[in-house]
């Protein structure tokens, strides 16, 4: 890519994107070409692809759960082209890297509501929960255990009554206890690796 | 012989029938002695020789049938004596290998004919028949003897005339006198054998090392090795001395006698010759007595071991008593180690009432001396179990779901054995939460609340879910009201104690968050807080303090500040280098540039120092973590943090300081850091807390004269007195007359406290206020009265009588302190009026009989001031009935300032004529000369001072000097203190006014000591020194005139 190109890109990301410093914003965009040329072969595609995006989260942000690497691409993906490109890229991890908690809070419940009606429902919260019980005797009983989870955390959370947990509930229950923030699944970098990434960010490139 | 055998000789254990003697020097002698006495019977008692024993005395010989010769009929295999009985059975009868004997005259043949093999027979014969005296006198003789004494023998016999009866009963008188002639020779024996061995030395010095160190409370100041290298067999003694049987030196230092270099030697223990100071060199030869064992000897030698040593025998019966479960074998063998000494020691007067049946009273006594050392064994053991337990609990630490451990047994045993250890390591700090709150768990089933199966639930999801049910779980965990016991109690006992502190050794930052918000909170508990410490909690939170995460640092530090509560915890934290880590994050205020982005869960650098701070102030209430805590360089980092102006981080950094202030070298430290001025700062904070923790501290480094300036120097005094106004919050107000009673020893002080009406304010807390804080403005008010304006202050207030009225309380120091306040006090005409009115002097008076020596001598000074001010004391003091004996009675006390106090009451009373004839019937001149020798100049004043006055009555001069009071007096002359000089020579002008006195004097050297003060600047030791010599002189020149005439 050439000077001009990038010092445009880097121009209009950084008018958006406050978390990071220009230079930074640059070596960002570089990171990402040289991981979308590693991952992707057809060259013409601007961008990273879902299963590169997981390859990445796993090996570099120490991801393990499929489901939630999932939701965070989803997360990444504003557009929903399945594809992320640079301007995603960067603003991903501004709040990945930098964000404010306000920031993070919002992302984690962009995590981890899915069907687009702006509610954490039961049935999501069950589905994100049902690997996080060590296998017991028989899966009758895992799933009654799993429910019951389920039903702590609904009580736990859900002020309004509802059955569902809205953005609301989530912000309130989280600023009053902020373990809750990754309360069904870790989806942000922990805090070992964060720091390591920082330096990268600020380094390497 | 009997009781011989079966008590002193040694059977080997073999069970019955094929029962042997063991070979041993001791069995041998009894056997030798046997032998002698049956050889040598046929001689000397014929008679007796003859009798014939109610049942034959058999056992397997090996004597051949040809050996006998005369007086024998001999066959090839049978022997009979020609001696036969009434019957004509034969005396002794002999079938190969067996043979019969029936008399001691036979007996006594069979021996001679034995020659060199008797021993091996008699041997035999006593192996064989256990019960000689029975066979030979009959059971009914036997039963006697066990159960009464030689009397009912006597009259049992003396009652049937018959001559027989009469032979055996002097038979049954000689065995008896080889009974206990054969007891006391085994007891020379065995008192030769009492050898000490290195182990039980080393043992005994192990033991006493624990317990020793600085403080009131232990047995010693030290006790060391005078060499460290110990031989392999124990030994420490170079090889050369280890010929004569001795196993090391030990230099004992106890509390109130110069060091002791004693010798431990396999005979005892005893004083030897000493180090020789250049070359280090011991001495050898024995100074002293042997002593059965170091614990004996330091109880001769030092008064205070043994004052002590009983107070540690007190507590370890205490300890003793709670367990029930005793390790049974250990001190049984103990026991029989202490058998011999006791043995000993019981048996004499035994032997002198010529009672034999020792054994089954004396067991029971023989138990006590023992005691001590039981303790010993069992707190080895202890240790050691207490060492497995913690080993099982690491082990199931490994597997997350472990049983609920039951705190029964294992925890009681460890408690004492901790104690024990601990007794010593911490400083007495009040408030102490030591006793052990019963453990009471919740009964099964028994009206649980619902929170308990809520709870179960959700332990439940922490052991069997994964990270996000973890994290879950936790948080909903926090929702319980955690703060009440219930809910702690569920948690430990559906096992989530384990759980929790599990998770602390994972490596997820969000689960020990999570853990570490709910132990911080339980922690609360007394209980819990034992059970984290039982379960190693704090050596992995300790860890938690070097994680980069600020808040994980605190929460840690939170909970250890929680948990550091009891003895256990505190050393625990110490051992595990948690001071030094909570005192590294006191450091993390001074890097005030703080990133701007931290992460998501951190907290910032102040409040970690906060949390630091507050698990420092927990720690602080043990000795040895003071020290670490100096160690560490916490000082500094302390001063620094009492600059910042956040009450939250001034409270625990100013009650660590004030927790530490109670240690000298902090006082110093606290000095030299500046500390006191930022101290007095806070004395003016708003916050009530803070302010009593400053007073407190203010209070405890004020014992230092230049500290109480400083605190004059930096404004402080202006916001104490102030704080007396406000009498609500009675803690702070005890901190706060504590701290104005300390600094008002300095004078200027006092004048300061005068001008902000402290002193008015002080005599209104003399009424309806708590002891703590009466004790405190008590002896505030006394330091106060050592001026005159501030006596007739107090008494214009009316502070008197509230002074009087407490005379009458039971609280020692508080005594101590109204008694010095009264007598401040009585120094002033009018206000001794006001106290001899409200009957203060009779109420003095009777507080010599307080137990307690400082009240005593307290109450003994107080008096001196009220004798010279009452009008007509002399009447008053006579009045008191049985009060003149009672305080001539107090100069045999052992206590210097008891004796001083006397001395001066009693140099007051005596200037009444008639008091002083009273006393002299007393007996206070034998008394008075008694103290003549003592090396305490504050004594030596007042005693002299009180002989000088003594001397006014009768024949007490002559007395003195016949109790040989004198020569010691002229000893005072040398001393160093003008005012020993004084009262000394006032008291050797008036003994001089009898010849022998002057003789003594003489003959001590007193006139050129006497000489050089005449030309003193003191006008009063001039004159007595010169009236001294003068009367010296005059009798000389009368002599010398009755020898030329």
Known sequence: MDQKTMKKLVESISNTVKNFKKSEVECLIRLFHSLVERANVRLNNFGLDRNAFRAILHSVFGMTDDMLMNRVFFAFDKDNDNCINAKEWVKGLSVFLRGTFEEKLKFCFEVYYLNGDGYISQEEIFDMLKNSLHQQSSEEETDEGIKELVDITLKKMDYDNDGKISFADFEKAVKKDKLLLEVFGPCLPEAKVECQQLKLVKGTF | ?1045
């Open chain 2, 1 to 1045: 012989m009997g009781v011989a055998l079966t008590r002193s000789a040694q059977w080997t254990a073999a069970g019955y029938g094929t029962r042997t003697l063991e070979i041993t020097p001791l069995n041998e002698v009894i056997l030798k002695e046997i032998m002698m006495f049956v050889e040598s019977f046929i001689y000397k008692h014929p008679q007796e020789a003859k009798y014939v024993f109610v049942e034959p005395l058999e056992w397997k010989t090996n004597l051949d049938p040809s050996a006998f010769e005369s007086g024998y009929i001999v066959s090839e295999t049978t022997v009979k004596s020609e001696e036969v009985d009434k019957d004509g059975q034969p005396l002794l009868f002999l079938s190969v290998p067996h043979i019969k004997i029936r008399s001691l005259g036979q007996l006594s043949r069979l021996l001679l004919i034995a020659k060199d093999r008797k021993l091996k027979e008699a041997q035999a014969c006593i192996e064989a028949n256990r019960d000689p005296v029975t066979k030979i006198l009959g059971l009914d003789y036997n039963t006697v003897k066990e159960d009464t004494s030689t009397v009912n023998i006597l009259d049992k016999i003396t009652k049937d005339e018959d001559p027989e009866s009469e032979i055996k009963m002097k038979v049954g008188m000689l065995l008896k006198q080889l009974d206990l002639h054969l007891l006391n020779h085994s007891l020379k024996h065995i008192s030769l054998q009492i050898c000490l061995n290195p182990t039980t030395v080393k043992n005994d010095i192990e033991l006493l090392k624990h317990f020793s160190g600085k403080g009131e409370q232990t047995v010693l100041e030290s006790i060391d090795y005078t060499s460290d290298y110990e031989f392999s067999n124990g030994c420490r003694a170079p090889p050369w001395r280890q010929i004569h049987g001795e196993i090391c030196y030990v230099l004992v230092k106890p509390h109130d006698v110069e060091t002791l270099c004693v010798t431990c030697s396999a005979e005892g223990v005893f004083l030897n010759g000493g180090k020789t100071e250049d070359e280090g060199e011991i001495n050898y030869e024995r100074k002293s007595e042997i002593y059965k064992d170091l614990v004996t000897f330091l109880k001769e030698k030092s008064a205070k071991f043994s004052e002590n040593m009983s107070k540690q025998d007190i507590r370890f019966t205490e300890e003793w008593k709670k367990e029930n479960e005793e390790p049974k074998e250990i001190p049984k063998k103990e026991e029989a180690d202490a058998l011999p000494k006791a043995f000993l020691a019981s048996s004499k007067n035994i032997l002198e009432k010529n009672q034999i049946n020792f054994g089954k009273t004396q067991m029971t006594k023989r138990l006590e001396p023992s005691l001590n050392w039981k303790a010993t064994v069992d707190f080895k053991e202890h240790k050691s179990l207490l060492r497995d337990t913690q080993e099982e609990k690491h082990g199931g630490r490994l597997e997350r779901a472990g049983p609920p451990v039951s705190p029964g047994r294992a925890q009681l045993v460890r408690k004492s054995a901790e104690k024990i250890e601990e007794i010593l390591s911490d400083s007495s700090s009040e408030n102490e939460e030591d006793e052990e709150p019963p453990d009471h768990r919740q009964e099964a089933n028994a009206d649980l609340p619902s929170e308990y199966w809520q709870i179960q639930k959700l332990v439940k999801y922490l052991k069997g879910g994964n990270q996000t049910a973890t994290v879950i779980a936790l948080c909903s965990m926090k929702d319980f009201n955690l703060a009440q016991e219930t809910c702690q109690l569920a948690i430990r006992d559906v096992g989530g104690l384990e759980v929790l502190i599990n998770l602390l050794d994972t490596d997820e930052v969000k689960c020990k968050i999570g853990s570490l918000k709910i132990l911080k909170e339980i922690s609360h508990n007394p209980q819990i807080r034992r059970n984290i410490v039982d379960l190693g909690g704090l050596p992995i939170m300790v860890n938690i303090l070097d994680s980069p995460h600020k808040s994980l640092k605190c929460l840690a530090a939170e909970t250890i500040a929680n948990v550091a509560k009891f003895r256990r915890a505190r050393r625990a934290v110490r051992h595990h280098g948690g001071i030094t880590k909570l005192v590294a994050l006191l450091d993390c205020a001074q890097s005030s540039a703080e990133p701007a982005q931290s992460s998501l869960y951190d907290a910032r650098d102040v409040e970690v120092a906060r949390c630091g701070a507050l698990a420092l102030w927990s720690c602080s209430k043990s000795y040895a973590n003071k020290e670490a805590i100096r160690k560490a360089g916490g000082i500094p980092l302390l001063a620094h943090l009492l600059k910042t102006s956040h009450e939250n981080m001034l409270i625990p950094v100013v009650g660590t300081l004030q927790e530490c202030a109670s240690e000298e070298n902090y006082r110093a430290a606290i000095k030299a850091e500046r500390i006191i001025e930022n101290l007095v700062k806070n004395l003016n904070s708003e916050n009530e807390q803070l302010q009593e923790h400053c007073a407190m501290a203010i209070y405890q480094c004020a014992e230092d004269k230049e500290t109480r300036d400083l605190v004059r120097l930096h404004g402080g005094l202006k916001p104490l007195a102030s704080l007396l106004n406000n009498t609500d919050n009675k803690e702070r107000l005890a901190a706060v007359t504590g701290a104005i009673w300390k600094c008002s020893i300095s004078k200027e002080n006092v004048t300061k406290f005068r001008e902000y009406k402290a002193i008015e304010t002080l005599v209104g807390l003399l009424t309806d206020q708590p002891e703590e804080v009466l004790v405190n403005v008590v002896g505030a008010l006394g330091e106060c009265c050592q001026e005159y304006e501030n006596r007739v202050l107090v008494r214009k207030c009316g502070g008197i009588q509230p002074l009087v009225n407490l005379l009458v309380g039971i609280n020692q120091t508080l005594l101590v302190n109204v008694t010095k306040a009264v007598g401040a006090c009585a120094v002033e005409p009018e206000s001794m009026m006001i106290i001899d009115r409200l009957d203060g002097v009779r109420l003095l008076w009777s507080l010599l009989k307080n137990p307690h020596p400082d009240v005593k001598a307290s109450a003994a000074w107080a008096l001196c001031p009220c004798i010279q001010n009452a009008k007509d004391a002399g009447e008053m003091v006579r009045c008191f009935v049985g009060g003149l004996e009672l305080i001539v009675n107090l100069l045999k006390s052992d206590n210097k300032e008891v004796l001083a106090s006397v001395c001066a009451a009693i140099t007051n009373i005596a200037k009444d004529q008639e008091n002083l004839a009273v006393i002299t019937d007393h007996g206070v001149v034998p008394l008075l000369s008694k103290l003549a020798n003592t090396n305490n100049d504050k004594l030596r004043r007042h005693l002299a001072e009180a002989i000088s006055r003594c001397c006014m009555w009768g024949r007490n001069r002559v007395a003195f000097g016949e109790y040989k009071a004198v020569a010691p007096l002229v000893r005072y002359l040398k001393s160093n203190d003008a005012n020993v000089h004084r009262a000394t020579a006032q008291a050797l002008y008036q003994l001089s006014e009898d010849a022998d006195n002057c003789i003594t004097m003489h003959e001590n050297g007193a006139v050129k000591l006497l000489l050089g003060m005449v030309g003193s600047p003191d006008q009063d030791l001039q004159e007595a020194a010169a009236g001294c010599i003068s009367n010296i002189r005059r009798l000389a020149l009368a002599t010398e005139k009755a020898r030329y005439t």
